[in-house]
């Protein structure tokens, strides 16, 4: 069976391309609101999680310890678009470990953000690790490791932090293990662009992870802290968490902590929306997260939350955007379709929303 | 009743997105070799066809009135990737019809070619017309209206020749009309990234006009000459129809005339098989084509033609693509299906491919 058409994409008066995939929205007592599309067959949630993935950092102690701020801690859960403001913070958070770019194991790549690498190009300058879209993460990685590793030589220790036997990232995975329910021994695992294991998850448990990421329900009382620091630390510093012009950083800037949300590769998108006690999670089927999944995801917090009319139209833009060529004529758009729209409605209306 | 999968893409053990998708192989006189997925539904073919388009400019008299030679033929098939060497020879095209890129109506964009565009920002400068990705067939259109203006004022006539009813747009549509024998003023319409009308046409009739284009086969004898020498000339220069490290100009740098194939956004792929009288028009469904519609195709080639060893590698790794993460570790693939694997061998076994 194939999964439902979630977003669709129009060129004048036709439907040009479409987009498959599944939704799940759970409360942090594991009670399904939503189960549309294939939910329960398990699926890489890559940068989704990466709040989940931080948790141990600031459980550990390791946040206070070296004195993380809100945006250094929004890095940590970050898909940064290596813009000048992302870097410089990334370095400085190796810095407070001790550290610098050198210990970074998440691999090079040009920034994401297109004005930043033409700048970059402009200064005759190449990438570096701290541009890597993931940098944020892996240094938390590494000033989890200054927590785990003791008195020693932290880099000594914190080498190889990206394989799955080592003590950090074994703490990663225990706490995702614990946020979701779900087995990670007994799952099939693949290697993220960064180079850390990912684990194949049902929407299911993940939309269950982020009920409970933005609640605290069902998670132990140290990491429903940490959980609530980090929702608190990207609400106060949504460019960190992405960066110019990218969905989460636009979510977050205005509906800021009614909103925990996240994207990662190949169509997955996760969120908390903790007033209402729910986690929503996503995947599309061919992998699209710009085009699908984040329309998917606006339309889920444009049902879902009671918004005021301005926030209800910022998202319904979101969920219905304007398609327009090289010379700005409109030639079409994207959209949440009918059949999504249909079976987020109830979840919205028992809410009030 | 959705598309079946013709892509699929794989990290670690399991398959992590997938992409559904239609594909029509005709003969030139209507002969159904295979229609897998949905054949008959009008598409968009959008940049798929532009050898179609520049049909006009050969037949016309203009390209060699002008004295086009194979590169700059090439380039009016073309979506280059605006490197130096496409946006030098574009503006060679302009001069020879006494223009310039300020007749060009397909707006900018930075290069597509990201080496490209950091040596541009590197440089100071800013993207112009010449860099969109269009712009070959743009000067095409314009060479076009030399012909089709008389002696009059060139700019003059050819302002607005991106609109439905000008006298060039007119002379391309019917090209289109006649190539494809499908009803243009009774589809769909919509606007292209560049401004043109695009038509909606079913993959049953675009497999057909590229088995025409192939053989010459149902198409007047000037309009067979023009196919011809354009498939010569990107034979002979397949860097001006696309670019370094691309699809096209891989596989006609390496098959010659024993393909042409060509791209279009949205999932788009259109190709003909000249020795073996055969045309393929591909569809994706989620309109991703350099990542799924180049894949089927790669697969196509690999069925339909009889290949030497080496060439069939060649094919098969384009068919069957590694995945490496950003420090080079093999994180999966991406491939044809069986399904599709399985649906075109009888039609290379037909043919001892």
């Known amino acids: 069976m194939a999964n439902p058409v979630l977003v669709e994409a129009l060129r004048g008066p036709a439907v040009e391309s479409l987009h ?24 890489y949630p890559r940068s989704a999680v990466k709040a989940l ?6 459980e550990s102690g390791a946040a206070d310890r070296l004195g993380l701020d809100d945006a250094e801690l929004a890095l940590a859960c970050a898909s940064h678009r290596g813009e000048p403001r992302h870097t410089q913070a990334v370095a400085g958070v190796l810095a407070k470990a001790g550290l610098d770019a050198d210990a970074l194991e998440c691999g090079i790549h040009w920034p994401y953000d297109e004005a930043a690498a033409r700048a970059l190009a402009a200064q005759g300058r190449q990438p570096s690790a701290l541009h890597n879209n993931c940098s944020g993460k892996h240094a938390g990685f590494l000033c989890l490791a200054c927590a785990l590793g003791g008195d020693g030589d932290v880099r000594a220790f914190a080498r190889g932090y990206v ?40 929407l299911h448990h993940l939309a269950l992870a982020f009920g409970r990421l933005g609640t605290g329900q069902g998670l132990a009382p140290g990491q429903a802290r940490a959980a609530q620091r980090l929702r608190k630390a990207v609400a106060h510093e949504p460019f960190f968490v992405a960066g110019t012009d ?16 996240k994207g990662g590769a190949e169509g997955m998108y996760c969120a908390a929306l903790p007033e209402r006690g729910l986690g929503v999670a996503i995947k599309m089927d061919d992998g699209n997260t710009a085009r699908a999944a984040e329309v998917v995801m606006a339309a889920a917090v444009e049902a879902l939350l009671p918004l005021g009319d301005e926030d209800r139209a910022f998202m319904h833009g979101l969920a219905d955007v304007t398609l327009r ?17 249909r079976a987020l409605a109830p979840i919205g209306a028992a809410a009030g929303a």
């Open 20 to 43: 498959r995939g599944s939704i799940a929205v759970l409360d942090a007592d594991a009670g399904v609101l939503l189960a549309l599309g294939e939910t329960q067959r398990p699926v």
């Open 53 to 58: 993935q931080a948790l141990p950092l600031v």
């Open 163 to 202: 394989e799955r036997e080592h003590p950090v990232m074994r703490a990663v995975t225990a706490a995702l293990q614990a946020t979701t329910g779900w087995d990670l021994a007994a799952t099939p695992q693949g290697i993220d662009g960064c180079s850390i294991p990912t684990y194949a998850i049902p």
């Open 246 to 261: 990218r969905f989460d950083t636009h979510v977050m800037e205005r509906l800021g902590e009614r909103v925990f949300c």
């Open 325 to 341: 060529n090289w010379k700005g004529i409109e030639v079409g758009a994207v959209r949440a379709t009918d059949a999504l729209r």
